[in-house]
């Protein structure tokens, strides 16, 4: 009988809080053993370029979760470089430190980053040999819900086509997106990342034996994709993913930046989810003389957006308008839910796009922009705007500033949006792998 193996490496290697794909891949993880008993979690190894045996213990996050119900410790696990972004350290010293003081803080920073990797990878290479390397049987299944081994052919690919010619094993692999194909240019790198993703699917694809996109407008968007690469059409099936947060309910966190209310806006700060057009929507107020509640960005830092973030911190005219707040736990992203007027979400392309879904799940008026998958969430549930259009979207906030309209649209959400659990997700996502 063939055995499913699914591969949690890229949530061992996430640091910090969940996201978007790893909250997905984390969600359905967990419930493997529920749908699938006899399955079995792995992981790559690059240091003995095998795939290994693994458990959810290995993931930071899991530790966290499974201890929900004990006193939580809460930890921002926030990086040393954003706290000293943050400081305004940071710039004080870009701004003012002379040109040889700057190349010599670098050259420090890589030497001893330099040798501190090489001190964790020779322990970890040690630790490598004690591990269990997978021995695939004929026609066994293989789950990729995530990124493994930043797309790397030499490594995860070559051994599953390896496998593929071997034992005939069928890949199963969700894809989220295909965005660093659709917008290279919101990735940076000089085309490389999206070179690197490109080459990636076009691997995969080939090699899967079945496809999972997460909305209609990623399968029209794969479609095309093997249309013209000329590449083998592929079973695609959707599922719908799921809204929950699941929060430690016993989790008492005050909000130091509500104690007036404010809108807000979930999403990784980087330049895709288009922060520029709410900055440039309150900047539009503050001509005009609207009077909008405060703004919280939450969010970790991504592609391109430091001159983004230094507009935010530096126009005294906004002051204390625009709060971002980044790597925010599951609790306080509940309570932010919880408590805020509504949402908004102005992403200039999605795959899905997670925070609509929540901000309905918590009952909460969502105004979204109007491309890709994002109307396929709640349909005329929600408000829409162009992500190119500043006015049209201080209109919307503006309108949405009043009290009686958010009761009534909320009421209306709660009588006809009907949430979709993270276990009926994962029924749908094992129905189509084990059938």
């Known amino acids: 009988m063939s055995k499913v193996y699914f591969d949690i490496t890229d949530l061992i290697n996430w640091p910090g809080n969940l996201t978007g794909i790893q909250r997905v891949s ?44 004990d006193k939580y410790k809460f930890n921002h696990h926030e990086t040393f470089k954003y706290k000293i972004i943050q400081s305004g350290v940071y710039d004080l010293g870009k701004r003012y430190l002379p040109l040889y003081l700057k190349i010599l803080i670098v050259k420090i920073y890589k030497i001893k980053s330099f040798y501190f990797k090489k001190i964790i990878n020779s322990l970890k290479k040690q630790s ?100 013209s690469t000329k590449l083998p059409n592929k079973p695609i099936n959707v599922i719908r993913l799921g809204d929950e947060i699941n929060p430690n309910q016993n989790f008492k966190f005050e909000i130091n930046d509500t104690d007036e209310p404010f809108i807000l806006a979930v999403g990784t700060f980087e330049v895709r989810k288009n922060y520029l057009l709410l900055y440039m929507a309150y900047k539009l107020a503050e001509q005009e003389k609207i009077k909008l509640p405060k703004l919280i960005i939450v969010g970790k830092f991504g592609w391109l957006v430091e001159n983004l973030n230094y507009l935010i911190k530096h126009d005294y005219l906004l ?66 705007f162009n992500p190119y259009d500043a006015a049209h979207l201080l209109k919307l906030l503006e309108q949405y500033n009043n009290e009686a309209l958010l009761r009534k649209k909320e009421l209306e959400i709660k009588n006809n949006y009907k949430i979709t659990t993270w276990d009926k997700t994962a029924k749908q996502f094992y129905k189509f792998v084990v059938k």
């Open 128 to 227: 490598a040999k004690n591990t269990k390397e997978i021995i695939f049987k004929k026609n066994d299944v293989y789950l990729l819900t995530a990124a493994n081994d930043n797309w790397n052919l030499e490594g995860v690919v070559a051994i599953l086509k390896e496998q593929k010619k071997i034992n005939n094993i069928k890949i199963v692999h969700i894809i989220y997106d295909l965005i660093p194909i659709q917008f290279s240019q919101f990735f940076g790198s000089n085309g490389q990342f999206s070179k690197r993703y490109t080459n990636y699917l076009f691997e995969i694809i080939k090699l899967s034996d079945q496809l999972i996109a997460i909305s209609k407008s990623v399968k029209l968007n794969l479609l095309d994709f093997i249309k």
């Open 26 to 69: 984390f969600n359905l993880a967990i419930r493997l053993k529920d749908e699938i008993p006899d399955a079995q979690f792995v992981k790559y190894n690059k240091y003995i370029n095998k795939i290994v045996e693994a458990n959810l213990n290995e993931i930071d996050y899991y530790n966290n979760y499974k201890n929900k119900d």
């Open 319 to 384: 002051e204390d308008k625009i709060i971002i707040k980044h790597n925010v736990s599951d609790e306080e992203l509940s309570q932010l839910y919880k408590n805020c007027l509504f949402t908004v979400y102005p992403s200039i392309y999605e795959g899905w796009g997670l925070p609509i879904a929540e901000s309905l799940a918590y009952g909460k008026m969502c105004l979204a922009s109007s491309t890709s998958s994002m109307p396929e969430i709640a349909g005329q549930l929600i408000e829409y």
